[in-house]
Structures are given as structure tokens and as C-alpha cells.
């Protein structure tokens, strides 16, 4: 099987930075696009930024400037460099990935989630 394991999460003033990582394990055989989305308290989990295999980029109105998405194929790791925290930015974030894996001669692809991060922006 395949999962998703985020890190990189806390507590940090406004203004502050933090970069979180979500590496890819298990019978993959490529990862296709990866995004990171969040989650605050009484609100919908949103998109705050993607990243295509081949490294096209997208992010959300809300980060763009702040927030940079970039992916290391060769770890299958997908990271989220935040920048100029506000305390708006306070969620759950999550990591998704569009993975084809293998299993024994036939190939998969499905969608996968991480089991979510917090990070808290507060003085």
C-alpha cells in the first residue's frame, strides 16, 4: 500500500516561518500531481497549493507571495515552505498526492491523503 507521512507542523508567532514536509512511501510507481490543502475549525479543507510531476505550479489567492510548494521526485516528498504567517493561515494541513502504485503485474492510481499537521499562527 501507499501513505503519505507529514511533519513540520507548530506553533509560530505572526510573521514567522515554517516548512512542512510529506514523504511518500510504500509500492509506488509514480506520483503524479501533489498538493497541499487545509483545514481551519468551522470551515471547508481548501487548496492552498499544488504542484504538477513536472513541476508546474499553483496556489491559492489567499498564499500567493508567502507560500512556495516544491517536490523532490527522488524521495517522493512534497514540500510546503511558509513565509509571513498570519494568523488566518491556523489549520489542519493536509498533504495529498495522486500516486500510481503497483501491485503485483497490474499498476493503480488512486488519490491519498496524509493524516494532517497543525499549524497554529498566535503570539
Known amino acids: 500500500q501507499v501513505q503519505l507521512v507529514e511533519s513540520g507542523g507548530g506553533l509560530v508567532q505572526p510573521g514567522g516561518s515554517l516548512r512542512l514536509s510529506c514523504a511518500a512511501s510504500?509500492?509506488?510507481?509514480?506520483?503524479?500531481?501533489m498538493a497541499w490543502c487545509r483545514q481551519a475549525p468551522g470551515k471547508q479543507r481548501e487548496l492552498v497549493a499544488d504542484?504538477?510531476?513536472?513541476?508546474?505550479?499553483n496556489y491559492a489567492d489567499s498564499v500567493k507571495g508567502r507560500f512556495t510548494i516544491s517536490r523532490d521526485n527522488a524521495k517522493n516528498t512534497v514540500y510546503l515552505q511558509m513565509n509571513s504567517l498570519k494568523p488566518e493561515d491556523t489549520a489542519v494541513y493536509y498533504c495529498?498526492?495522486?500516486?500510481?502504485?503497483?501491485?503485483?503485474?497490474?499498476?493503480?492510481?488512486?488519490?491519498?491523503w496524509g493524516q494532517g499537521t497543525q499549524v497554529t499562527v498566535s503570539s
Open positions: 495529498n498526492a495522486d500516486i500510481t502504485r503497483y501491485s503485483g503485474r497490474h499498476v493503480y492510481t488512486d488519490d491519498y
Open positions: 504542484i504538477t510531476s513536472g513541476g508546474t505550479t
Open positions: 510504500g509500492s509506488i510507481f509514480s506520483i503524479n500531481a
